[in-house]
């Protein structure tokens, strides 16, 4: 069974910058794509740091203050020299967030939820290839319930566990799925249920079949 990754639901169209691009372009570039960040590469497409507004802000942040404060520990200090960059060097956050292109969905969104930001940037074989955010991930519920109940039927009944047609039956409502029926073995009824889950667009999972034998008795 198909599991969907990170490369099915990426913008792959993504806006770069390099190391060297000065910081009028990247406001430019920011303001005009109406974009929140960018991510610096290197020449070999790898990258190397992401550049944010609020990255961009430290200068306007720091406007008159004409020198670096003596003590203003590591925080202070950072705003102050990003505040005084020209370029995406000295702007950019060296620390970025990626995830390889067939990462399953599912790992994509514990790794947004656990780092709380906003976006994770998508390699293949350490290139950058794609973007993939919050609204990428939410967009796979949006699945009709049809669509879902058809793919449980097919990959999960049909092409997997191979059962009889009449044996089983799918519903779906709003994402929450309700599996009913009669399948031999207890093993495939908790196969059938963690399959499911697997499902684009499925948000819930209520297995309500029985089995004939079970294959799971010590």
């Not at 770069?16 to 570039?29: G, Y």
Request: charged share 30%; with cysteine.
């Amino acid at each position: 069974m198909d599991v969907l990754t990170v490369g099915a639901v990426m913008t792959k169209d993504v806006f770069t910058v390099s190391p060297d691009t000065e910081f009028k372009d990247i406001a430019t570039l920011l303001t005009r794509e109406k974009i929140s960040a960018v991510p610096v590469v290197d020449r070999h497409g790898s990258p190397v740091g992401v550049v944010s507004e609020a990255d961009l802000l430290h200068k306007e942040e720091c406007v008159g203050d004409g020198a670096p404060p003596r003590i203003a520990g590591r925080r202070g200090r950072q705003r102050w020299r990003k505040a005084a960059a020209r370029c995406a060097r000295d702007l950019m956050t060296s620390s970025v967030l990626t995830v390889d292109i067939e990462v399953p969905v599912p790992a994509a969104a514990r790794t947004l939820a656990v780092s709380g930001v906003r976006r994770l940037f998508v390699l293949a074989e350490g290139k950058l290839v794609g973007v993939v955010s919050r609204r990428d991930l939410l967009g796979v519920f949006l699945r009709p319930d049809d669509e879902v109940r058809a793919e449980i039927e097919d990959e999960v009944f049909r092409r997997v566990l191979r059962t009889e047609p009449g044996n089983h039956s799918v519903t779906v409502d709003n994402g929450v799925v309700t599996l009913l029926g009669l399948l031999d073995r207890k093993s495939a009824v908790a196969g059938a249920g963690q399959l499911t889950e697997l499902v684009p667009g499925v948000l819930e999972v209520r297995n309500r079949m029985d089995y004939v034998w079970n294959d799971e008795r010590a």
